[in-house]
């Protein structure tokens, strides 16, 4: 269920309370949730996600992207998240793309390159072509 990007980063389409069991077999140190709430009817709502976490001695955080598209504070916000982890991290949403997507902003946020988050992503299923623009300019700001 979870696709790993890096060594740290895994995303997965929506979890359970169940699958932080998971994520704590992996090291998870900290789950991030992409998704906005009420979304979808069949979603786990975000709070009992950051309860099952937080049981599990994880840090959570929320950073809902909806489909209209990415902004300058979710990308803050995204990198922020991974700087401070202090071990693997888990970020979900529907499907995974959006924090695919999210996880690759913030990166060429901070100097990442583009080409190779570009290949990072496609080997775990991802395509991120369609942020790619707004990733090289994410980099060239760096």
């Not at 929506?14 to 009817?41: F, M």
């Not at 991974?82 to 996880?103: I, M």
């Amino acid at each position: 269920m979870f696709r790993q990007l890096t060594n740290d980063i895994f995303v997965s389409p929506q979890i359970t309370e169940q699958d932080i069991a998971e994520a704590a077999k992996l090291g998870v140190t900290l789950v991030i949730n992409n998704r906005p709430e009420d979304e979808s009817e069949d979603q786990t709502p975000g709070n009992a996600i950051e309860r099952a976490a937080r049981s599990a001695g994880m840090d959570y955080v929320a950073i809902p992207v909806t489909h209209s598209g990415f902004s300058q504070p979710q990308v803050k916000a995204m990198s922020a998240a991974l700087e401070k982890a202090d071990g693997p991290v888990l970020a979900y949403c529907r499907s995974g793309t959006r924090s695919t997507l999210l996880w690759a902003l913030a990166e060429a946020s901070q100097g990442g390159d583009p080409d190779a988050l570009t290949n990072i992503a496609a080997k775990a299923g991802y395509d991120i072509t369609p942020v790619r623009p707004l990733m090289d300019m994410l980099k060239a700001q760096a």
